[in-house]
C-alpha cells in the first residue's frame, strides 16, 4: 500500500472517529433538552453553538491532518461516523425521552385532575 492511500485510510478513520464525537455531543444535548425543557430561544443558541462546535472541529481536522484540502472520504467518513452512533444510541435515547415526556404528561394531567375536583368541591 503506498504512503498516499496510507495517509488518505488514515484520515478516514480519524474522520469517522471525529464523526462519532459529533453525534455523541448532539446526543448528550438531545438527552439535557429532553430531560430540562428549553425556551425555543434557548434551543435556537444551542444549536448555533453546536454547529459552530462542529465546523470548528472539522477545520481543526482536516487542517492537521490534510493541509486543510476537503477530500469526499472526508465528508464520507464523518457522516458515517455519525450514522453509525445515532443507530446504536439514538433511537433508544428517543424512546427514553419519549417514556420521559409521557411520564411528565400523566403528572401535569393528574395535577390538573386534582384542581379541577377540587374547584367542582368548592362550588
Given at each position: 500500500m503506498s504512503a498516499s492511500i496510507s495517509a488518505e485510510a488514515q484520515v478516514f478513520l480519524v474522520s469517522v472517529l471525529l464523526g462519532l464525537e459529533l453525534m455523541l455531543v448532539y446526543l448528550v444535548l438531545m438527552l439535557i433538552r429532553g430531560l430540562i425543557p428549553h425556551a425555543r430561544w434557548f434551543r435556537d443558541v444551542?444549536?448555533?453553538?453546536?454547529?459552530?462546535?462542529?465546523?470548528?472541529?472539522?477545520?481543526?481536522?482536516?487542517?492537521?491532518?490534510?493541509?486543510?484540502?476537503?477530500?469526499?472520504?472526508?465528508?464520507v467518513g464523518?457522516?458515517?461516523?455519525?450514522?453509525?452512533?445515532?443507530?446504536?444510541l439514538g433511537n433508544p435515547l428517543k424512546k427514553f425521552l419519549s417514556w420521559v415526556k409521557m411520564k411528565r404528561t400523566a403528572k401535569d394531567l393528574g395535577k390538573y385532575e386534582k384542581i379541577s375536583k377540587e374547584k367542582k368541591q368548592m362550588e
Open positions: 444551542e444549536d448555533i453553538v453546536y454547529w459552530i462546535f462542529c465546523a470548528v472541529q472539522a477545520f481543526r481536522l482536516l487542517f492537521r491532518e490534510n493541509d486543510g484540502s476537503i477530500r469526499w472520504f472526508f465528508l464523518i457522516a458515517l461516523g455519525m450514522i453509525f452512533l445515532y443507530e446504536i
